[in-house]
């Protein structure tokens, strides 16, 4: 297998934040979800939990994978809980859920912790990790609360806030890695292409004015 095939990074997330992050860090990724079940990993770890998840979801979608012989394609599979209170907290069940959630949370600290696992699919190498970050959340009012629930938001997100949408004025400071609480740290994932002996810039992308193509630009090697 050549060092100058074009990669092809795969996201197995639906996570539209994850995503992003991966865009404005200059990767274009392919989606493909995983659909796994989240309800089938049982641990009272959070780290064991998120990264046993992160691994049935990147190796969900490599079975579904149609791979190329003319690119060398990554897998790469995420996912994030909060540690609160000696509790693991995933996404909210529903609104009365996440008032609860923020009602205990207000004036507080957790860690969201995220884990990552990458599969270069064609040399059979995974690598994986779980990123922390301690999050610190604002004491905020029994009207904030009910207004940030009825907008959705943090029903849809691990812990039930996010710190790049609304729920971003209500954490006052992180301590870590602010990708890790979007639900994707890309200094890890650095990490984590270098134990393939990839670098980060050889999934660079350049997308031209208007969006009609994607320049490689990364992945010309010394």
Not at 32 to 50: F, H, N, P, Q
Not at 147 to 165: H, K, Q, R, W
């Amino acid at each position: 297998m050549s060092d100058s095939l074009p990669l092809r990074l795969v996201l197995a997330s639906a996570s539209p934040a994850r995503r992003k992050s991966l865009q404005a860090a200059g990767i274009e990724p392919d989606v493909l979800v995983s659909g796994v079940d989240e309800s089938l990993v049982v641990t009272d770890r959070a780290e064991e939990l998120c990264l046993e998840l992160a691994r049935l979801k990147a190796q969900a979608v490599l079975t579904r994978l149609s791979v190329a012989s003319d690119q060398r394609t990554l897998v790469i599979g995420c996912d994030s809980v909060l540690a609160f209170d000696g509790e693991i907290l995933g996404k909210p069940a529903d609104p009365a859920d996440a008032t609860r959630r923020w009602q205990r949370m207000r004036g507080r600290s957790g860690v969201l912790h995220s884990g990552h696992c990458l599969i270069d699919v064609v040399a059979g190498r995974r690598a994986e990790a779980v990123a922390s970050t301690t999050v610190h959340f604002a004491d905020i009012s029994d009207d904030e609360i009910t207004a940030y629930v009825a907008s959705g938001e943090p029903l849809a997100v691990a812990g039930a806030f996010t710190i790049d949408g609304l729920g971003g004025a209500f954490v006052e400071r992180i301590e870590g890695d602010p990708g890790t609480v979007v639900g994707l740290s890309m200094p890890l994932l650095r990490r984590l292409l270098a134990e393939l002996d990839l670098r980060i810039t050889d999934l660079w992308t350049k997308v031209a004015p208007g969006g009609q193509s994607v320049e490689p630009l990364g992945n010309v090697r010394s």
